[in-house]
């Protein structure tokens, strides 16, 4: 297994345009979870799956972002109407059910709104 | 609520001994953790505590107490690859609240 992958690494994007991102997760990993990262900022939760379902959504997230796990496998977080304060880096991990078991992040995916 | 607190910003030498402090108040515990993240990459696990102590990993050692809501991040013989970020990060209670909350990381350089 590769690790966390995501797709694109890179986005620039208009503003008002929807954007979509992708997550493969490592393989095994019942648990997938959503982040968002600014520069000199900690990861900020957005977003996390058990398997398919999607049990629990940051309160800081418009309705202008959504997340998928259809399958319990790949994961796609789409954003729509773009405005530039979404400008960071989105970030995917995956886990292991189970409280001792760490995160594994993928490399993330930088987006530009301009 | 939550929230994590670390230093900012610490500065340590080569081949020295420093140690990065995190105390956090969350709604619920399930296990304290520290990543290591360089400039433009993704987060690495460093260290996992659950139960009051120190957990010795070669060069790295993370203590924790949980009454006192406190943890530190140890790095002995420091080298010039050890300047990075060091994220603390909580994860709650079971059931939904299985996330982890990450405080804003403390950026460590190491001078010659």
């Known amino acids: 297994d590769t690790g966390v992958s995501q797709n694109p690494r890179h986005k620039i994007t208009k503003r008002g345009q929807n954007v979509t991102f992708r997550c493969d997760p490592i393989s095994e990993h019942n648990r997938l979870y959503w982040y968002r990262q600014t520069l000199g900022q900690g990861p900020e939760f957005l977003t996390y799956f058990q398997n398919e379902a999607q049990l629990e959504k940051s309160r800081l997230l418009s309705d202008r972002f959504s997340a998928e796990r259809p399958k319990g496998s790949f994961s796609t977080l789409e954003i729509q109407r773009t405005e530039q304060g979404d400008s960071a880096m989105y970030l995917c991990a995956s886990s292991l059910e189970g409280g001792g078991n760490e995160a594994f992040f993928g490399q993330g995916t930088r987006l530009t709104v301009v | 609520g939550q929230n994590i607190d670390q230093p900012t910003e610490m500065t340590a030498t080569e081949g020295a001994i420093v140690q990065i402090n995190c105390t956090y108040q969350t709604s619920g515990f399930n296990g304290l953790f520290w990543y290591q993240q360089h400039a433009g990459e993704a987060p690495t696990f460093l260290s996992y505590?659950?139960?009051?102590g120190l957990e010795e990993k070669g060069r790295f050692s993370s203590f924790l107490s949980r009454s006192k809501g406190y943890s530190y991040l140890l790095l002995k013989e420091l080298q010039m690859k050890d300047s990075a970020s060091y994220l603390c990060?909580?994860?709650?209670?079971?059931?939904?609240?299985?996330?982890?909350?990450f405080g804003t990381g403390t950026l460590l350089a190491v001078q010659p």
């Open positions: 505590n659950v139960l009051d």
């Open positions: 990060a909580v994860r709650g209670d079971g059931g939904a609240t299985n996330k982890l909350i």
